[in-house]
């Protein structure tokens, strides 16, 4: 059996030492309820909540009525499913929906970002979605996206 003594270096330029994940959640049977300023304030308030307390950084992110979409990056001991799982939790106890249903499907889809230009083209993709919904005429206009901490992608 062969040991590796180390990792291969060309890993450290494909996976950076502080990932950056494009993450999206969607509510239990596409059921709208994330586009309103009750889910707005609770997502920035757990985002400020996580960069204080544990070095999470919620850079971009977007809700949609059914759905929301982010970027997350953490510290070296960062578990992105055990954060998400966090998430649902704190947002769907903040949000009370009247339903005997679950708030959200389970699991979440994530990719790892490699490069500061996927990065922005996710981004630029996803800003979109209101507009391709028909909820706005321009991305400028819908109210439930921003930046809760400016990620840099190196």
Not at 95 to 108: I, K
Not at 119 to 142: F, Q
């Amino acid at each position: 059996m062969t040991k590796f003594p180390r990792t291969p270096p060309t890993l450290g330029l494909i996976f950076p030492a502080y990932p950056l994940y494009f993450v999206t959640c969607c509510t239990y049977r596409r059921r709208s309820y994330l586009a309103n300023d009750r889910a707005h304030t609770a997502l920035i308030e757990f985002g400020q909540t996580a960069e204080k307390k544990f070095a999470i950084a919620i850079g971009r992110y977007i809700l949609m009525p059914d759905h929301l979409h982010l970027f997350v990056r953490g510290s070296d001991d960062f578990v992105l499913s055990k954060w998400i799982g966090t998430l649902k939790r704190v947002l769907a106890k903040q949000l009370d929906a009247s339903s005997h249903d679950p708030f959200w499907q389970r699991g979440f889809f994530d990719h790892l970002l490699r490069s500061s230009e996927s990065y922005s083209e996710k981004w630029n993709y996803v800003r979109e979605n209101p507009v391709r919904a028909g909820l706005v005429k321009s991305a400028d206009e819908w109210p439930y996206a921003g930046e809760i901490v400016p990620i840099y992608f190196d």
